[in-house]
């Protein structure tokens, strides 16, 4: 890697401007203060503080989870939509990221009378402005919910089958609680994007086990896991996922306010890396999580001893794990390099 970025970065210790590739990033799960102020003015700072950036430490992911939900009913207008796309432009833009993957679940923005089809549409259009303003390439996965049924998870399927046509639509997630929730009623809407032949990836392993994680393989097919970290608790496990070449795309600030590890030194993702499994580094929630991703690569570098090396490595696994069509890959590719 010859970029002036890396240059920057290795003389001078800061890492805001090393280019960097982000997976996995819950678009309703990001806003700042200021920009739930340009939705609703009445909400001060404490008041966000208490609502919208969680603790520390939750309880459980499903402690977690509930902070979502506040974010969820401030995003139920185009408007409000379109200004939580700004703003996480904005904050990547900051962060020096230069591809990145949003996701949001289209199913649970559906005030004010919009169709779940325009939801995805005026999403889509922010983000294409946006990636057009700011130089950042993106995708959209659409996450439908361990809460949903089954019904609801086909159609947010079939959302991603049609928007994936003309915008920047390009996989199927689930997210939400994977100790309550099992896989199985959202096993068909999987099948149908696998084999409209776009993308898939799976929270697991995040507050389920190992097992989450062989789950969502054998059963959905996917190559991505969000999180999949607990996986570091199986030998056998790991062997598979390196030899498969299984990309986890990790969130460490995530994983510790979650509880799913102690704390940021015993995050396993540097053990991880040193067993040849694939994966690449990402904020997943940056306002409930109250973190930037040169934060988190910061905290690598201190706890760990990442150099900019690993760091062009893991970005370099992301972008192969990326659902991004060929040109983008090899523009992104330059802009790593
Ligand atoms: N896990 C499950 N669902 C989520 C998460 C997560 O880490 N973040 C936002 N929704
Ligand atoms: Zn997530």
Avoid at 36 to 43: E, L, N, S, W, Y
Avoid at 257 to 271: F, I, L, S
Avoid at 315 to 332: E, G, T
Wanted: with cysteine; net charge negative; aromatic share 4%.
């Amino acid at each position: 890697m010859t970029t002036v970025a890396r240059v920057i970065a290795e003389d001078s210790g800061d890492l805001t401007a090393l280019p960097k590739v982000e997976l996995h990033s819950h678009l309703d799960c990001c806003l700042s203060h200021d920009a739930v102020r340009r939705i609703d003015p009445g909400v001060t700072r404490e008041r966000y503080e208490a609502l919208f950036a969680g603790p520390p430490r939750c309880a459980s992911l499903a402690d977690f989870l509930k902070y979502t939900l506040n974010y969820r009913a401030m995003l139920q207008t185009e408007r409000a939509l379109r200004i939580a796309v700004q703003d996480v432009f904005a904050q990547m833009a900051a962060d020096g990221v230069v591809y990145a993957e949003l996701r949001f679940a289209p199913l649970v923005h559906l005030g004010d009378g919009l169709s779940a089809d325009r939801v995805v549409e005026c999403v889509a259009e922010e983000t294409a402005r946006q990636s057009e303003a700011t130089g950042i390439d993106a995708g959209l996965i659409l996450c439908t919910l361990r809460d949903h049924d089954a019904g609801q998870s086909l159609a947010t399927a079939r959302l991603v089958e049609r928007h994936s046509r003309t915008g920047p639509v390009v996989a199927l997630d689930i997210a939400g609680d994977e100790i309550a929730h099992p896989l199985d009623p959202h096993l068909p809407a999987f099948d149908l994007v696998r084999e409209a032949g776009l993308g898939v990836t799976v929270h697991a392993g995040e507050a389920g086990g190992p097992e989450s994680v062989r789950e969502a393989l054998d059963r959905t097919g996917t190559r991505r896991i969000g999180h999949g970290v607990r996986s570091a608790e199986d030998p056998a496990l790991l062997d598979r996922l390196r030899n498969e070449g299984v990309h986890l795309e990790v969130c460490p600030a995530s994983n510790v306010q979650t509880a799913v590890v102690p704390a940021p030194e015993a995050h396993p993702v540097d053990r991880l890396r040193r067993a040849g499994v694939r994966l690449g580094i990402s904020t997943d929630t940056r306002g409930v999580t109250n973190v930037r991703l040169t934060q988190e690569y910061e905290r690598l570098r201190d706890l760990f001893g990442w150099t900019p090396a690993d760091f062009h490595a893991v970005n370099r696994d992301a972008l192969a794990a990326a659902f991004a069509a060929d040109p983008v890959r090899r523009r992104v590719g330059r802009a790593l390099d």
